[in-house]
């Protein structure tokens, strides 16, 4: 692992690529940070917690929102700015110990910035950090509004692992989540949000929205109504509660780098009644905000603040 | 088929989809149109080419460039208008007969994007549609600045098709694209911008940006330099000249649909000599044009403007 090893990361984030410790410059191309013109360690040495979901909207609303949980004075004069603004591709906003980024839709998408904020990571020798994703979903069984920790991560065919190809290999990586925050986050939301219906469960993860989800509502469909809710049950039967887009590259990274990792999304409907996204805008953003209350409530927690 | 081949679509889109005819409102969530509270045939039926590129920047500066080039006027005091912009996750913009709509990065966030956009394209019983995909790549052999237009797409293991899980099956779909739409594409840079190199080849396409390109620079890496190297030579020597991450879904999905489709590519830098994209800004910028000028004059040709 050459330089990496040699220095003081009893906690910190231990790449596996030696490359990346000798290289002379790193361009973070996709967040719009340079270890040449940026003192990484400097701006980011002190975070502890990588939130992340799809659009800059949603991760900016959380990043006011986590300032406002931590009661974080920005200095006169002062206001949150996006980080990574330059890069016309992903957002990125500091809040004390936080850091909340869009990823975009979609494994590759979340990939390409996972790969460089996890370098970012070690870069700035960040210690004891905790990746969490804030999504939205669909409910296998669960109706709008409801809260899934994934427990698990698996593909449209039901494996539980990220598939790569690899100088033309195909080379699988497991998508371990780490159960143990999982549990926390779980206990989390019964003390603090019992309002809220919370379910530990299986996340299917698919490369597409709609025949990957098996909806009747895309450009295109081979299949009928009774094929997609035979198949929905399958799903239900063994044990899977939600399906979204990105769980399984989340999961296989943050397992492959040893950071521990978690999923929270919010059912935006029930599956087994529907396909299309219907509900009311306002009631969408009250869902699409639970995910943030159960961070928020979990990183106060971490924190000693409640 | 149902309702949608009894209507006049002598060269519209037929959608591989019975359900949409009969569904009482279509929503395209994440284009944030819906047949329930918008004209769609009023908007869009004009629409005859439809260009997509990764970022919102590039493509809103798409747009105002083609509205230039076509010699388009807006009534007094108005301007264009991000028309997908509640959905905070694509834009589009309408210049007369051109839309241009950004689609993230990545096979996921394109297709849902085309779902959408074909279901639109439908809705709007446009007819004659070419679709254009305007985008940044790697080359293989080829330095930074050149064009690329993809004759064909293949996957990180060579493969000429789209593999999608559907109902939990495996389905293959040939990414196939419009040779000639290729040829004409060629002859037009040739005619009309000779001072920029043009090849025509075949497109790798990958899942990720790192790995999945033999990259060196990524958060992790288990080969070396000499592999990394063999690979991308090995590339070459099938054909590939450039590498990057939407083209394969593009092609399968126009294939499928019957909507005649072309990848523009530029390339941001020779793989064969590096990994990292640290060209300054400004050459970039003026790279990233290059495509957007071709599929301009391309565009006046269809027109008969030039």
């Not at 940070?33 to 975070?47: I, R």
């Not at 239900?236 to 887009?245: A, K, L, R």
């Amino acid at each position: 692992m050459g330089d990496c090893e040699e220095r003081d990361y009893e906690y910190g984030v231990i790449l596996k690529n030696p490359n990346i410790a000798t290289m002379e410059e790193d361009v973070l191309y996709h967040i719009s940070l340079s270890t040449g013109t940026h003192n990484l360690k400097e701006m980011f040495a002190d975070v502890k917690f990588v939130c992340m979901g799809g659009t800059p909207k949603r991760m900016k609303s959380f990043a006011h929102f986590i300032q406002k949980e931590l009661n974080i004075k920005l200095p006169t004069g002062t206001m949150l700015e996006d980080i990574s603004k330059h890069s016309y591709r992903y957002s990125m906003f500091k809040i004390g110990p936080v850091l909340s980024i869009s990823h975009g839709m979609g494994i590759p998408s979340v990939s390409i910035m996972l790969h460089e904020v996890i370098k970012l990571m070690y870069h700035a020798q960040c210690k004891d950090v905790t990746f969490i994703r804030i999504g939205t979903c669909g409910g296998i069984g669960l109706p709008g509004g409801c809260l899934v920790i994934s427990k698990e991560a698996v593909d449209g065919i039901m494996r539980p692992y990220l598939e790569l190809h690899i100088l033309g290999k195909i080379v699988q990586r497991p998508a371990i989540l780490d159960l143990e925050l999982a549990r926390e986050l779980k206990t989390v939301a019964e003390e603090k949000l019992s309002n809220y219906n919370t379910v530990l469960g299986k996340t299917m993860c698919s490369y597409d929205f709609y025949e990957g989800q098996g909806r009747l509502d895309g450009a295109f469909c081979n299949y009928e109504e009774e094929d997609k809710m035979a198949y929905l049950q399958k799903l239900s039967e063994q044990g899977i509660v939600n399906i979204e887009m990105e769980s399984l590259a989340f999961a296989a990274m943050c397992n492959h780098v040893g950071i521990k990792g978690a999923v929270v999304c919010v059912t935006l409907l029930n599956r087994l009644e529907g396909d299309q996204v219907n509900t009311p805008k306002e009631t969408l953003e009250e869902w699409q905000h639970r995910p943030q209350e159960l961070v928020a409530e979990f990183i106060k927690k971490r924190l000693g603040m409640n």
